[in-house]
């Protein structure tokens, strides 16, 4: 079993920079892909994929972040994801996402509001 936790989200103005953080724990082994998820309030059947990084450390992004947020892992246990240019279209709860030997695990997820 695994457990996510993220942290690091908050309130912040237009063009600014948040790290979100995801703590792994538990049996974590083999090919891994990490992702990051968000919802956007009022759209909760709606769960975008933001960013993913695989264990080759490949990494994927949605168009509407890219060049501006950037995942990256650090040992096995930890996954981040570095959001700069912000936008209030990127308000949203963000959630952490392991994906291991065809489990899917998800954190409970970290509110970002950009506002000014």
């Known amino acids: 079993q695994v457990q996510l936790v993220e942290s690091g989200g908050g309130l912040v103005q237009p063009g600014g920079s948040l790290r979100l953080s995801c703590a792994a724990s538990g049996s974590i082994y083999g090919r891994v892909t990490r992702a990051w998820y968000r919802q956007t309030p009022g759209k909760e059947r709606e769960r975008e994929l933001v960013?993913?990084?695989?264990?080759?450390?490949?990494t994927n992004y949605a168009d509407s972040v890219k060049g501006r947020f950037t995942i990256s892992t650090r040992t096995a246990l930890m996954t981040y994801l570095q959001m700069s240019g912000l936008k209030p279209e990127d308000t949203a709860v963000y959630y952490c996402?392991?994906?291991?030997?065809?489990?899917?695990?998800w954190g409970q997820g970290t509110l970002v509001t950009v506002s000014s």
């Open positions: 960013a993913v990084i695989s264990s080759g450390g490949t």
């Open positions: 996402n392991l994906h291991q030997n065809f489990m899917n695990y």
